[in-house]
Nanobody
């Protein structure tokens, strides 16, 4: 069974940091693109970041998180992380990790595997 499981969410004050982790089981993340999405209440799901296996030094970031969020992957552990710094209230959302069967970061949300999501709340 293919599974992605997120961890590391929670409540943090504005300006604080959180590190989300996503563990894959039942399949390998090698040769596959991986991404992070988020969905705030009443809003559509939006792509936050994406990283390919072939070009890990050239990840995609949504403009509003560029310079604050960092995606990374550990192929040996079969995990992908999202380090989130200088968090803002508008970062509050349910965050999802997602995986592709191929090594392409798509436009939009065309992913093959999805985690169940984890809540991130930024509030004082």
């Amino acid at each position: 069974q293919f599974q992605l499981v997120e961890s590391g969410g929670g409540l943090v004050q504005p300006g604080g940091s959180l590190r989300l982790s996503c563990a894959a089981s039942g399949f390998s993340l090698e040769q596959k693109a991986i991404g992070w999405f988020r969905q705030a209440p009443g809003k559509e799901r939006e792509g936050v970041s994406c990283m390919t296996f072939t070009y890990p030094d050239d990840p995609y970031y949504k403009n509003s998180v560029e310079g604050r969020f960092t995606i990374s992957r550990d192929n040996a552990k079969n995990t992908v992380d999202l380090q989130m710094n200088d968090l803002k209230p508008e970062d509050t959302a349910v965050y999802y990790c997602a995986g592709r069967r191929d090594d392409i970061c798509p436009v939009g949300a065309s992913y093959d595997y999805w985690g169940q999501g984890i809540q991130v709340t930024v509030s004082s």
